[in-house]
Each structure stands twice: as structure tokens, then as C-alpha cells.
């Protein structure tokens, strides 16, 4: 019997997004919800300093958002526009 309180989580990583350790960025924020690149890095098992460029190119192509609770994706229909 399946739960009701079942959550579907969309994985379409948006086509900008090409590196592997860029696509695993941005799915840990879509999963995790906003995140700070220190939570990326205990969420991933990273360094800081590994994935502070990777944020930065998702930030400059638009597919995350700084907040001031952390980095958070934004999707590919909000990046096109």
C-alpha cells in the first residue's frame, strides 16, 4: 500500500548544466532545498573550496539563486526567461 505523504522530486537537470559535479550540485539543491556551500559540502562529501566555482558558474548561468538562507535552484524555466 503506498503513503500519502509520498513527495515527488523532479531530477530534470536543466541542459546548461553540462560537468558532472555541476549536475550533483544542482540535484542536491533541488532535493536539499536551499543550502549553504558548507552544507553542500557535508551533503556531498566536498570541499568548500571545490564547489564555491561550481555555485558561482550555476549562479552567473541562472540556475540557482543566492538567498540569505543558502544557494537555491531555480529551474530551467525561470533560467530562460
Known amino acids: 500500500m503506498r503513503s500519502s505523504n509520498q513527495v515527488s522530486l523532479d531530477t530534470t537537470v536543466p541542459s546548461a548544466v553540462e560537468s558532472s559535479q555541476a549536475k550533483l550540485v544542482y540535484l542536491a539543491l533541488a532535493a536539499a532545498g536551499p543550502a549553504t556551500t558548507g552544507d553542500l559540502a557535508a551533503m556531498l562529501d566536498e ?21 540569505p538562507d543558502g544557494y537555491a535552484a531555480v529551474g530551467e524555466q525561470r533560467a530562460t526567461r
Open 47 to 67: 570541499t568548500r573550496l571545490a564547489l564555491l566555482p561550481v555555485v558561482g558558474t550555476l549562479e552567473e548561468r541562472g540556475l540557482v539563486v543566492r538567498r
